[in-house]
């Protein structure tokens, strides 16, 4: 599903709609009734996690970004780590040096809620969770790339399709929509946000847990999906199934490094149009020529998910191997 960045990317599909009004919607969602948006104004987008929200209400709202008094960071252009935006709001000038689809994750509901400027006028906050191949495209229809298994060509059915009335238009693809009375956002937790917490990350990798499990704990490592996993745990030469208190410190903190690093990275190309060249993630080979083994872990009562390593570059971690330099 799409991961932390690929949900930057979708914010910015979004942000050039701010201010606009909407005026006429569509598409086949029941989740929400898309008409109670006709003549709403989309007023602020935000990314925590893999969570995009987007803000409706009055035009009265509406505020020049540098004073938005929106909950949470300001989002008409994403805040990611080591990234400079340029004038056009485009693509990023820079990225600093070690900054910081395809199943289903499984929610944290009980994140903290920001809360509204009591002096604001109510806004009509949405909550959109992608699928499996959720995505938002601005102002064009996905198009079929390939028959189905009745050998049909069938583009895909939008969930729910919003015009402007600048004209343009946002189409939404598998995704779940939800009203919510404003962002849930732990800003200490997500991955591509300035204020993550490395400490309170490295305090989780450490426990007696499988280190692909933690991972992908979103209380922990918010908008970090499987392909992340499966790449940093290579990058850093870990076996997937390696107990977080058994390995060094030096090791944990060169997979936090990778994860940050790779996830900004990760970001950046998809702003500047590259597609994500995975080393480990779905192959048969590694980078160094050894046969990539695959199966599925996961915790005992929770959901399991693909894990490609390589046991020739990612030994395991016996408890009599352990050490603390």
Known sequence: MPEGPSVKRFQLHCSPFVGQTVTKVGGQTRQINPDDLKSLTLLDTQ????NLFLAFGPIQEVAPCSES??????SCQPSVPGMAISEDNSFPLRMEENAHHLLEEPEVNDLPLLTDNATEQPREWLRFHFGLYGSIRANEFARASKANKRGDWRDPIPRLILHFDGRGFLVFYNCRIHRCSCPTAQPATDILNPEFDREQALEALRKATP????????SHF?????????EVLYLAKIHPLSLGSLLPPSGLKSLLDHALQFSSEWLNSQLQGRGLRPQIYGKDRCPAGHEVMKDTFGPVDGLKRLTWWCPQCQ???LPEESHDN
């Open 47 to 50: 990314v925590h996690g893999k």
């Open 69 to 74: 008094s929106s909950p949470g960071p300001s």
């Open 222 to 230: 918010s908008g970090l999906g499987n392909v992340i996993k499966n």
């Open 315 to 317: 030994l395991a971690v």
């Open 211 to 218: 280190v692909c499990t933690t991972l992908l704990d979103q």
